[in-house]
């Protein structure tokens, strides 16, 4: 069964700790990307990364941090310094050749308490 | 920077009422333009895409989209909807000089039975 996964669905977080989202992919694409949403605000892009061991800074990358050590896993840690962190996390890969179309994995919920 | 509008945020119609869905974009060059709905609790997922040739693309469940180069546009369309498509709708925007996509802020759709 391919496609992507996140883990955990929902995730609860105490002001000051960092958590890491897991996103895992088995579709071998190239690109990963995260993205934020926020109700109102669409998605936003936090980071991506279009080849192991190399990610760039997306629109909003304050406060989080990416490793890409293999192809098909791209983890994000929201870290203490993340001023507003409760939010709905998206994560997508694609292939990184030509007009492509990101497929997406299922979420996870953060909340911070 | 490229961004993308969505003019309405919420709408609500009846079953068999017709859809169209605003979505203006700017960037400067070529773009591929999508449209993404997320039901409730559900992946965000693919409803159509344009990358080149025909500016009226189908995509899945009888949804359609027609880009218009000249007014930077790419409204989606249903001629009759139904109940199963309430949901939230989102276009999204990428091109040659950013591969992640930029995404409008979203429409609410209500269809009640």
């Known amino acids: 069964d391919g496609g992507i996964t996140q883990s955990p669905k929902y995730l609860f977080r105490k002001e000051g700790q960092n958590v890491t989202l897991s996103c895992e992919q088995n579709?071998?694409?190239?690109?990963m990307y995260w993205y934020r949403q926020d109700p109102g605000q669409g998605l936003r892009l936090i980071y991506y990364?279009?080849?192991?061991?190399?990610?760039q800074k997306g629109d909003i990358a304050e406060g989080y941090s990416v490793s890409r050590e293999k192809k098909e896993s791209f983890p994000l840690t929201v870290t203490s310094a993340q001023k507003n962190p409760t939010a709905f996390y998206l994560c997508?890969?694609?292939?990184?050749?030509?007009?492509?179309?990101?497929?997406f994995g299922p979420g996870t919920r953060l909340t911070v308490l | 920077a490229q961004s993308v509008s969505q003019h309405n945020h919420h709408v609500i119609l009846s079953e068999a009422a017709s859809l169209e869905l605003g979505c203006n974009y700017s960037?400067?060059?070529?773009?591929?333009l999508f449209w993404y709905v997320q039901y409730p609790g559900q992946h965000l997922q693919l409803l159509l895409k344009?990358?080149?040739?025909?500016?009226l693309v189908k995509g899945i469940k009888g949804f359609e989209a027609e880009f218009i180069k000249s007014k930077f546009s790419f409204n989606l369309r249903k001629p009759s909807v139904q109940w199963s498509d309430t949901a939230e709708y989102f276009c999204?925007?990428?091109?040659?000089?950013?591969?992640?996509?930029?995404f409008g802020s979203g429409t609410r759709l209500q269809v009640q039975p």
């Open positions: 344009y990358f080149s040739g025909d500016p």
């Open positions: 997508a890969s694609s292939w990184d050749r030509g007009p492509d179309t990101q497929y």
């Open positions: 579709l071998n694409h190239d690109a």
């Open positions: 990364s279009q080849i192991v061991n190399d990610f």
């Open positions: 960037y400067g060059g070529t773009v591929n």
């Open positions: 999204a925007v990428n091109g040659p000089g950013r591969r992640a996509l930029t």
